[in-house]
């Protein structure tokens, strides 16, 4: 065989990589990830909060899976009395009954990771506790910064001596050099504010205080919530309803919450006009059941549905969506369309993002460890099948093949988010172009090389109906248009070149 006329035997024209024949034989692509959840909580009776936090965590589960971390102190305890506990792994792996009843704090933060700067490893871990002369600092980070090599530097010619290889680091150093200058530690935070650029959602736990920040272009969510008399910050609404606690408001772009035993103190001394959050939190990263900025997320993958119908009609006898993002956009396409919704995956809820694959050479699918197909379901059939995105196409061709192996006769689909063109620096693991199927090829490429009948994306100029007509989104994923000037270089790697 010629590889260079012949790379995988599917076609003689075949180049490596670009026909379905190569997207068959591949590992398949992990789906994308978002850089990490944030939950803080501080009770203001004075009652222990890390079983809350832990319970947080566990909603927000699907916002990072590689490692997870809590750290809590009593405010009336002396100024360097944390408890932390992190490791590598899901949140039931790091934490038990046992390390759980050991930490006693009526105020903390919480994390969950999924790496998009940073090494995955221990050290990497959140939240990140600083112990300096004004006590104890505890942080975490849902974001990723664009300037964070340049604060670096900075930081390490005037002393720094850097843990880990996240940005995180960055912006904990910042706030505690701030902190000597100020009095407040919420002064601190917004100094450090100004000197951040791009995306950072951020909960922030002093010696006698909790603080929630969100960049001003609001690019990850963050809200408040308030359970008896304890309040809650979190990156998702989600996690305040399995803690019991009443939504109150997200924090507004740009705003700094800072909450003592007197309540919740504002600061909107940084918040612009330009809001630039991130469309594909509604598209892919949230769950269905959150509000984020005022906006159902299920809602918004119903729209996109329907918007797909409209614009991309076809003749079917089943509209299937890809669990999980994907099955709400599926039964807005069926409602517009008319055509019978039906569920045609089964998925097994106990393989996370990372288990253990065979060798390429074995050519086994793990696709098929965590999905199957209802032959039943699909079998002499149509099929609209509806997902969130297509990457680098290899997952997306494994799945056609898979319905099309039980028996469907046709396999037409729709994707509920624009084509993927282009990085994002902003926390989401959208890779360079060249890896990105469809900045090299054109819809009818790709549909020929996932093996569908038919492809359809959804429009890039109808992307506001998902949030009721808001024009404060970013999109630079989909259009180039990023809020701010990206880097000359991808800095979404560690810092340990």
């Known amino acids: 065989m010629n590889n260079e006329t012949n790379y995988c035997g599917e076609r003689k024209s075949c180049q490596k990589g670009d026909c379905k024949g190569c997207l068959l034989r591949g590992i398949e692509e992990p789906k994308l990830g978002e850089e990490c959840g944030v939950f803080g909580m501080y009770d203001l009776d004075g009652n222990d909060v ?39 792994g899901l949140v039931n792996e790091v934490f038990n009954a046992e390390n759980l009843e050991k930490m006693a704090g009526d105020i903390g933060v919480g994390h969950v990771r999924y790496s998009t ?53 960055v912006i904990a150093y910042l706030i505690a050099r701030e902190r000597l200058k100020t009095g407040k530690v919420e002064e601190a935070v917004k100094n450090a504010m100004v000197k951040l650029k791009g995306a950072y959602s951020l909960v922030v736990a002093s010696p006698r ?64 006009a330009k809001a630039a959050k991130c469309i594909f939190e509604y598209i892919y990263f949230a769950r269905p059941d959150s509000y984020i900025d005022g906006i159902s997320v299920n809602s918004s993958r119903i729209t996109a549905g329907r918007i797909l119908a409209q614009t991309h009609p076809v003749d079917a006898d089943i509209v299937v ?74 997952t997306s061709a494994r799945i056609v093949k898979m319905i099309k192996d039980a028996g469907a006769s046709e396999v037409h689909v729709r994707i509920s988010s624009p084509p993927f063109l282009y990085p994002c620096y902003f926390g989401t693991d959208v890779p360079s172009s060249d890896q990105l199927i469809a900045y090299n090829h054109s819809v009818e490429q790709i549909c020929e090389m996932i093996g569908a009948d038919s492809l359809g994306y959804l429009d890039i100029e109808r992307l506001s109906e998902l949030i009721d007509g808001d024009k404060g989104y970013c999109n630079a994923c989909f259009s180039e248009n990023y809020p701010v000037e990206p880097p000359k270089e991808d800095i979404r790697g560690d810092f340990e070149k």
């Open 209 to 272: 205080k909790l603080i929630g920040a969100r960049d001003p272009f609001g690019f990850r969510p963050l809200c408040i919530g308030k359970r008896d008399n304890a309040y809650v910050l979190s990156s998702e609404s989600c996690a305040l309803d399995t803690v019991g606690a009443e939504f109150i408001r997200d924090v507004e772009p740009g705003e700094i919450v800072t909450i003592t035993q007197d309540g919740i103190k504002s600061d909107k001394s940084l918040t612009q």
């Open 117 to 169: 700067a940073g090494a995955s490893v221990a050290e990497n871990t959140q939240p990140l506790v600083l112990n300096y002369i004004k006590g104890t600092l505890s942080m975490a980070h849902n974001g990723n910064l664009v300037n964070a090599l340049e604060l670096r530097n900075e930081l390490e010619m005037n002393g720094a001596i850097f843990q880990t290889s996240i940005d995180s680091e």
């Open 321 to 394: 969506g890809v669990p999980e993002s994907g099955n709400a956009a599926a039964m807005g396409y069926a409602m517009e369309s008319g055509i019978p919704y039906g569920i045609a995956f089964v998925k097994n809820s106990y393989v996370g993002r990372t288990f253990i694959k065979p060798k390429q050479s074995a050519r086994e699918s793990s696709v098929r460890v965590k999905l199957n197909a209802l032959r039943e379901v699909v079998r002499g059939k149509r099929v609209v099948m509806i997902d969130d995105s297509i990457v680098r196409g290899t």
């Open 50 to 88: 890390a079983s809350s936090i832990y319970y947080g965590l566990f909603a927000l589960q699907h916002r990072g899976q590689e490692s997870c971390g809590i750290a809590v102190s009593r405010t009336d305890g002396p100024p360097r009395n944390s408890n932390v506990c992190k490791g590598m």
